[in-house]
Protein backbone atom coordinates (compact mmCIF):
# COMPACT_ATOMS: atom_id res chain seq x y z
CA UNK A 1 0.00 0.00 0.00
CA UNK A 2 1.57 3.34 -0.89
CA UNK A 3 2.34 5.62 1.55
CA UNK A 4 -0.06 9.31 1.59
CA UNK A 5 0.91 12.51 1.94
CA UNK A 6 -1.67 14.69 4.15
CA UNK A 7 -1.50 17.97 4.01
CA UNK A 8 2.22 19.53 5.87
CA UNK A 9 2.93 15.70 6.62
CA UNK A 10 5.16 15.78 9.77
CA UNK A 11 9.22 14.83 8.24
CA UNK A 12 12.12 14.67 9.93
CA UNK A 13 14.05 17.80 9.90
CA UNK A 14 11.06 19.65 9.20
CA UNK A 15 11.61 22.58 11.47
CA UNK A 16 15.19 22.95 10.82
CA UNK A 17 13.76 23.62 7.01
CA UNK A 18 11.26 25.80 7.84
CA UNK A 19 13.14 28.10 10.24
CA UNK A 20 16.22 28.26 7.24
CA UNK A 21 13.48 29.42 5.29
CA UNK A 22 11.82 32.21 7.78
CA UNK A 23 15.45 33.52 8.03
CA UNK A 24 16.19 33.74 4.35
CA UNK A 25 12.63 35.19 3.61
CA UNK A 26 13.58 38.30 6.48
CA UNK A 27 15.27 40.30 3.36
CA UNK A 28 13.95 43.38 1.48
CA UNK A 29 14.28 42.52 -1.58
CA UNK A 30 13.99 39.58 -4.01
CA UNK A 31 17.41 39.00 -5.25
CA UNK A 32 18.68 38.91 -1.28
CA UNK A 33 16.13 36.72 -0.22
CA UNK A 34 16.70 34.04 -3.23
CA UNK A 35 20.85 33.93 -2.65
CA UNK A 36 20.09 33.29 1.00
CA UNK A 37 16.99 30.47 0.11
CA UNK A 38 19.43 29.29 -2.35
CA UNK A 39 22.78 28.73 0.05
CA UNK A 40 19.59 27.56 2.48
CA UNK A 41 18.44 24.41 0.04
CA UNK A 42 21.60 23.48 -0.18
CA UNK A 43 22.14 22.90 2.87
CA UNK A 44 19.10 20.90 3.82
CA UNK A 45 19.66 18.70 1.38
CA UNK A 46 23.21 18.02 2.54
CA UNK A 47 21.58 17.73 5.79
CA UNK A 48 21.34 13.91 6.84
CA UNK A 49 18.83 15.88 9.66
CA UNK A 50 16.01 16.77 6.95
CA UNK A 51 14.26 13.71 5.58
CA UNK A 52 11.17 14.20 3.14
CA UNK A 53 8.20 12.61 3.55
CA UNK A 54 8.58 8.86 2.22
CA UNK A 55 5.37 9.93 -0.04
CA UNK A 56 7.57 12.26 -2.73
CA UNK A 57 9.32 9.19 -3.08
CA UNK A 58 6.14 7.75 -4.98
CA UNK A 59 5.80 9.03 -8.51
CA UNK A 60 3.00 9.18 -9.90
CA UNK A 61 2.48 7.09 -13.57
CA UNK A 62 1.04 9.90 -15.52
CA UNK A 63 2.45 13.45 -14.60
CA UNK A 64 5.13 14.88 -12.08
CA UNK A 65 3.77 15.04 -8.76
CA UNK A 66 2.94 18.27 -6.35
CA UNK A 67 3.00 17.81 -2.88
CA UNK A 68 2.86 20.68 -0.43
CA UNK A 69 5.20 20.66 2.75
CA UNK A 70 4.19 24.07 4.25
CA UNK A 71 2.72 27.05 3.82
CA UNK A 72 3.42 30.00 6.26
CA UNK A 73 1.08 31.71 7.91
CA UNK A 74 3.40 34.11 9.25
CA UNK A 75 5.64 35.06 5.73
CA UNK A 76 2.99 33.60 3.25
CA UNK A 77 5.79 31.57 1.00
CA UNK A 78 4.98 27.49 0.12
CA UNK A 79 7.65 24.78 0.13
CA UNK A 80 6.08 22.23 -2.42
CA UNK A 81 7.95 18.64 -2.84
CA UNK A 82 7.76 17.38 -6.58
CA UNK A 83 8.41 13.98 -7.89
CA UNK A 84 9.75 13.80 -11.49
CA UNK A 85 9.15 10.30 -12.87
CA UNK A 86 11.55 9.51 -15.67
CA UNK A 87 11.42 11.50 -18.80
CA UNK A 88 8.30 13.63 -16.60
CA UNK A 89 8.50 17.30 -17.13
CA UNK A 90 6.63 20.31 -17.47
CA UNK A 91 5.21 22.50 -20.43
CA UNK A 92 6.88 25.97 -21.07
CA UNK A 93 4.77 27.56 -17.94
CA UNK A 94 5.68 30.97 -15.85
CA UNK A 95 4.95 31.38 -12.16
CA UNK A 96 2.20 33.79 -12.45
CA UNK A 97 4.60 36.70 -10.40
CA UNK A 98 5.62 35.01 -8.07
CA UNK A 99 9.49 34.25 -6.94
CA UNK A 100 10.96 30.44 -7.13
CA UNK A 101 13.79 29.16 -5.11
CA UNK A 102 14.05 25.35 -6.33
CA UNK A 103 16.62 22.87 -5.16
CA UNK A 104 17.05 19.83 -6.58
CA UNK A 105 16.85 16.82 -3.30
CA UNK A 106 17.16 13.75 -5.51
CA UNK A 107 18.49 12.95 -9.15
CA UNK A 108 19.20 15.16 -11.83
CA UNK A 109 17.05 17.95 -13.87
CA UNK A 110 17.54 19.72 -17.23
CA UNK A 111 16.11 23.17 -16.61
CA UNK A 112 15.37 25.52 -19.53
CA UNK A 113 14.60 29.00 -19.18
CA UNK A 114 13.05 31.36 -22.08
CA UNK A 115 13.56 34.72 -23.08
CA UNK A 116 10.49 36.77 -23.96
CA UNK A 117 10.88 38.46 -27.53
CA UNK A 118 7.52 39.23 -28.52
CA UNK A 119 4.04 39.84 -27.34
CA UNK A 120 0.62 40.16 -28.93
CA UNK A 121 -2.22 39.79 -27.31
CA UNK A 122 -2.43 35.75 -25.68
CA UNK A 123 0.39 34.99 -28.06
CA UNK A 124 3.81 34.97 -27.20
CA UNK A 125 7.14 34.49 -28.87
CA UNK A 126 10.24 32.90 -26.89
CA UNK A 127 13.54 32.01 -26.72
CA UNK A 128 14.97 29.53 -25.13
CA UNK A 129 18.18 29.63 -23.18
CA UNK A 130 20.84 26.67 -23.30
CA UNK A 131 19.83 23.81 -21.24
CA UNK A 132 21.08 23.75 -17.09
CA UNK A 133 21.62 20.27 -15.51
CA UNK A 134 20.70 20.59 -11.96
CA UNK A 135 22.43 17.92 -9.88
CA UNK A 136 21.20 16.39 -6.64
CA UNK A 137 22.19 19.39 -4.04
CA UNK A 138 22.23 22.26 -6.63
CA UNK A 139 19.48 25.26 -6.84
CA UNK A 140 18.75 27.64 -8.74
CA UNK A 141 15.52 30.80 -8.69
CA UNK A 142 13.38 32.50 -10.86
CA UNK A 143 12.30 35.62 -10.24
CA UNK A 144 10.01 37.77 -12.37
CA UNK A 145 9.69 39.40 -15.00
CA UNK A 146 13.01 35.89 -15.81
CA UNK A 147 9.89 33.40 -14.64
CA UNK A 148 9.69 31.39 -18.06
CA UNK A 149 11.03 27.90 -18.08
CA UNK A 150 10.38 24.35 -18.60
CA UNK A 151 11.68 21.44 -16.14
CA UNK A 152 12.05 17.78 -17.06
CA UNK A 153 13.91 14.81 -15.14
CA UNK A 154 16.23 13.55 -18.17
CA UNK A 155 16.55 9.76 -16.93
CA UNK A 156 14.72 7.10 -18.04
CA UNK A 157 14.67 5.03 -15.42
CA UNK A 158 15.38 7.35 -11.87
CA UNK A 159 13.46 9.37 -10.27
CA UNK A 160 14.21 12.87 -9.43
CA UNK A 161 12.69 14.74 -6.54
CA UNK A 162 12.61 18.90 -5.89
CA UNK A 163 12.03 21.20 -3.69
CA UNK A 164 10.58 24.65 -4.05
CA UNK A 165 9.90 27.44 -1.89
CA UNK A 166 7.39 29.62 -3.75
CA UNK A 167 6.98 33.54 -2.78
CA UNK A 168 3.73 32.59 -1.70
CA UNK A 169 1.04 29.48 -2.66
CA UNK A 170 1.07 29.29 -6.12
CA UNK A 171 -2.83 28.26 -6.82
CA UNK A 172 -2.53 28.97 -10.86
CA UNK A 173 0.16 29.71 -13.49
CA UNK A 174 0.52 29.96 -17.64
CA UNK A 175 0.92 27.49 -19.71
CA UNK A 176 2.54 28.27 -23.35
CA UNK A 177 1.64 25.94 -25.97
CA UNK A 178 3.58 26.01 -29.27
CA UNK A 179 1.96 27.08 -32.27
CA UNK A 180 2.83 26.00 -35.69
CA UNK A 181 4.45 29.56 -36.71
CA UNK A 182 7.10 29.88 -33.67
CA UNK A 183 4.57 31.57 -31.67
CA UNK A 184 2.87 30.12 -28.25
CA UNK A 185 -0.96 30.67 -27.01
CA UNK A 186 -1.01 31.41 -23.09
CA UNK A 187 -3.49 29.47 -21.24
CA UNK A 188 -4.00 29.72 -17.68
CA UNK A 189 -4.02 26.18 -15.61
CA UNK A 190 -5.11 25.79 -11.69
CA UNK A 191 -2.18 24.02 -10.18
CA UNK A 192 -3.32 20.89 -8.32
CA UNK A 193 -1.23 19.60 -5.64
CA UNK A 194 -1.14 15.86 -5.25
CA UNK A 195 -2.12 13.98 -1.89
CA UNK A 196 -0.20 10.57 -3.13
Not at 7 to 12: A, D, G, S, T, V
Not at 26 to 34: D, F, G, V, W
Not at 47 to 61: F, G, K, N, W
Not at 119 to 129: A, H, L, V, W, Y
Request: hydrophobic share 35%; aromatic share 8%.
Amino acid sequence: MQEQCNPFPPFHGRDRLIAAVDHAVQHEHAHQIAATLRAALREAIADSRIQLPACVHHPIEDHYARRELYRSPVHGYSIVAMSWGPGQGTPLHDHSGLWCVEGVWLGQLEITQYQLLERDGERFRFRPEPPVLGDCGSAGSLIPPHEYHTIRNTSDDELAISVHVYQGEMTRSAIFEPEADGWYQRRVQVMETDAA
